[in-house]
């Protein structure tokens, strides 16, 4: 047996389908920052579900990475006070090219920008990755 929806209930769906999509941001570039001899790169997943990803790579052919990235990064909405990160899943610290992705809370409501903040020892200001959102 087929089941057909009434108008108000193929309303009722579009408009949730509609609204739903409209809540989450689009997709985001990368952000790259290069100092002190290190390259950074912070590119954003969907900003959907229960944890927000952003995908980090490291590189670097003077010294070892020994950042712990899971404690040195945080998430900043709309200027807002400072996300702490949930945590780190990738490469270890050492070597010269780490890669792996730092999951946080989401925010909701959507803020209308995020900051990916990530503190270095011996940088004297964190590493800043922006994305506006609305």
Known sequence: ???????????????TLISGSALAAPNLPSR??????????????PLTGTVWEFDVVLNT?????????????TLV??????????????????????KGVLQ???ISPLPKSL???????GEPQPRVFQWTLK
């Open 32 to 45: 790259t920052s290069s100092a002190a001899a290190v390259m950074m790169t912070a590119t954003p997943h």
């Open 77 to 98: 909405a709309d200027g807002g006070k400072p996300l702490a990160a949930l945590a780190w899943q990738g490469d270890p610290p050492g070597g010269h090219h780490r």
């Open 1 to 15: 047996m087929r089941t057909r929806l009434t108008p108000l209930l193929s309303f009722v769906v579009a408009a």
């Open 115 to 121: 900051e990916l903040r990530i503190t270095r020892d």
């Open 61 to 73: 052919h003077s010294g070892a990475l020994a950042d712990d990235l899971a404690t040195s990064a």
């Open 104 to 106: 946080f809370k989401p």
